[in-house]
């Protein structure tokens, strides 16, 4: 646009110096024509001729300046007219891109209007399924609170109904009791006796299968245990001692199952529960103790009929002071159905401390060292602080 006006300003210029000059010669041939000299060469004359020829060579003067004139003014126009066009053309231009532009930011608006229109639509929408989930919502929730109430109503009129009848039941109980008089609590009580009689009964069957199949346990048990006091019995034949040497290691693992079992001990039992325990440990240990001493009586007299050397051996029932009781309750242990029963081997002279209390189970009677009998029995033992130690000893004596 700037370099388009720049032009015209230049052509303008040009023109005008072109015209003063234009000016300045016809004025010096008209003053050349008006002057003395050329007066007085045509009064000298006189000549018509000369005065034509001078006449139309002014004209053809002045016809060549206006022409120069007119094709300066001619191009002038033409640049101008040329510049008019360059500036049309970048008006046009200008007005082109302005159009592109505004059609480009109309389209843009138009296009924000409709995704917001869009929008706006599904906001709409949205609001209003939202609205209706939570109508749905509602009358479910309504739905399950007149079912929950249908039902509290149906569970009520069950009790009701139970009740009832048993309101009926008891009515018609109550006449019955009120007819029959002490006959029916009769009936009732010997009811009620038989299915607890049928109970003990089958508790019996019960506990005599367990009797039985414990006492083949403990049958082999006392079978090991009897094998290895032979074995003892045979070491100690050529030292015949009251005292049971063990080693090093035997100590250690003695006073350290001493030590947890002190700590068991602690926490105690309840005593019926152990007196019951001790019950069953007694019948369950008298017909195997009782089967071992046999066995071992016959072995002893076989020994003695082959000429062996042998040592008199008592199995008495004892209850020894309750460290002792620990340190062998611990380690000597057999299961016998379920059921702990312990097995203790000590010497005679422990008997005859004064600190130690013997108790028989079959007699429910303390013992003596002089009423002590030769077959090994359940014991029991009471600790310090209330706790019941039960179980079977064995225990071989030198005399």
């Not at 592109?100 to 709409?124: D, G, T």
């Not at 008592?314 to 702990?340: A, D, G, Q, W």
């Not at 005859?352 to 033992?381: E, H, M, Q, W, Y």
Request: charged fraction near 30%; charge should be positive.
């Amino acid at each position: 646009m700037d370099g388009s006006a720049s032009k015209p300003c230049s052509t303008t210029r040009g023109i005008g110096l072109v015209k003063a000059a234009v000016n300045l010669y016809r004025n010096r041939n008209i003053a050349d024509v008006n002057s003395p000299s050329l007066k007085k060469n045509f009064s000298t004359k006189h000549s018509s001729k000369a005065k034509q020829l001078h006449k139309r060579s002014n004209d053809i003067v002045r016809y060549k300046e206006t022409k120069w004139a007119v094709e300066c003014a001619k191009a002038q126009a033409e640049a101008e007219v040329s510049n008019a066009k360059q500036t049309v053309k970048y008006l046009f231009s200008m007005i082109g891109e302005s159009m592109y532009k505004a059609k480009a930011e109309m389209k843009e608006i138009e296009e924000a209007s409709e995704e917001q229109l869009v929008v706006q639509l599904a906001r709409m929408d949205a609001f209003n399924e939202l609205r209706d989930i939570e109508q749905v919502e509602n009358t479910r929730n309504k739905l399950k609170e007149a079912i929950q109430a249908i039902d509290d109503t149906k569970e009520l009129e069950m009790k009701l109904a139970t009740t009832l009848s048993d309101i009926d039941m008891l009515k018609n109980e109550f006449k019955f009791v009120n007819k029959t008089g002490k006959s029916y609590k009769l009936l009732r009580a010997k009811s009620k006796f038989e299915v607890v009689s049928a109970v003990e009964e089958k508790a019996k069957s019960i506990e005599l299968e367990v009797v039985k199949s414990s006492k083949a346990l403990a049958l082999e048990k006392l079978k090991i245990l009897r094998e290895n006091a032979m074995k003892d019995k045979i070491s100690n034949v050529t030292k015949p001692s009251s005292l049971i040497i063990i080693s090093k290691f035997e100590y250690e693992y003695l006073r350290n199952h001493a030590r947890k079992s002190n700590e068991i001990a602690e926490k105690g039992y309840e005593d019926k529960v152990v007196a019951s325990q001790i019950q069953r440990c007694a019948f369950h240990g008298q017909t195997a103790l009782a089967q071992y001493e046999e066995s071992s009586m016959r072995e002893l007299h076989t020994d003695n009929l082959h000429g062996a050397r042998s040592t008199s051996m008592k199995y008495v029932p004892v209850s020894v002071p309750c460290p002792l009781v620990h340190i062998f309750l611990t380690s000597i242990m057999i299961n016998v159905h379920h059921e702990f029963v312990h097995v203790l081997m000590i010497s005679k002279h422990e008997i005859l401390k004064p600190d130690v209390l013997l108790f028989d189970l079959s007699t429910k009677a303390n013992l003596t060292a002089a009423s002590i009998r030769g077959a090994a029995t359940c014991f029991t033992t009471k600790h310090k602080h209330g706790t019941v130690c039960h179980g079977l000893i064995l225990m071989p004596a030198c005399d």
